[in-house]
């Protein structure tokens, strides 16, 4: 479902589509006046959680901040084809 909504909305080259909002709309915090929307990247970190899902570590290329998400087992294998992509 998730690579399918990814795509439809042509978002590929983040991994936005997978984090919770706020998280995927949020401004990062700069300094300067050119603010921009966090473009979220797999850190390298994942977890296996409860109920066949996997925890997320992202990263923000922009200002570095991390957050964690969970996507469902299946959702991840589809996932780590995406990330030779970004």
């Known amino acids: 479902m998730l690579a399918v909504r990814a795509k439809s909305l042509n978002i590929m080259a983040n991994l936005n ?4 909002y706020p998280l995927n709309e949020e401004h ?5 006046n050119n603010k921009v929307v966090h473009s979220w990247q797999p850190s390298g970190q994942s977890r296996a959680m409860i109920n066949n899902n996997v ?8 200002c570095g901040k991390r ?3 969970t996507v469902t ?6 996932l780590q084809d995406h990330w030779l992509d970004l």
């Open 17 to 20: 589509f997978i984090m919770p």
């Open 28 to 32: 990062c915090n700069r300094k300067d």
């Open 55 to 62: 925890a997320i570590e992202c990263v923000c290329k922009h």
């Open 67 to 69: 957050e964690w998400t």
């Open 73 to 78: 087992r299946i959702e991840y294998v589809m």
